[in-house]
Nanobody, 116 residues
Framework: QVQLVESGGGSVQPGGSLRLSCAAS????????MSWYRQAPGKERELVAS????????NYADSVKGRFTISRDNAKPAVYLQMNSLKPEDTAVYYC?????????WGQGTQVTVSS
């Protein structure tokens, strides 16, 4: 079955960096768009970034453009989110996501806390 396992979260000071990883299994990884979402306390889950199966097309939320970079390694297979210049408002649980045959699949999430 489809499995997505995130890692790499943690606590960091404003201006710091983190790199999130999502290990995938159970499906033909290079065929599917992969996305990172986040959910802050009391807020709805929001799309942060997405990357096409061939890694050519990447999209970012306006709030993270220029600071976050999504990438993937189809050989692993895994998807990554490099987060630089982190701000307190980036604090959230970050989730890896894919959609296969109209079904959404999520990882368990990894907590990112940005605080001084």
């Amino acid at each position: 079955q489809v499995q997505l396992v995130e890692s790499g979260g943690g606590s960091v000071q404003p201006g710091g960096s983190l790199r999130l990883s999502c290990a995938a299994s159970g499906f033909t990884f290079n065929r599917y768009l992969m996305s990172w979402y986040r959910q802050a306390p009391g807020k709805e889950r929001e799309l942060v970034a997405s990357i096409s199966g061939n890694a050519i097309v990447k999209n970012y939320a306006d709030s993270v453009k220029g600071r976050f970079t999504i990438s993937r390694d189809n050989a692993k297979p895994a998807v990554y989110l490099q987060m630089n210049s982190l701000k307190p408002e980036d604090t959230a649980v970050y989730y890896c996501n894919t959609k296969i045959a109209a079904s959404l699949h999520w990882g368990q999430g990894t907590q990112v806390t940005v605080s001084s």
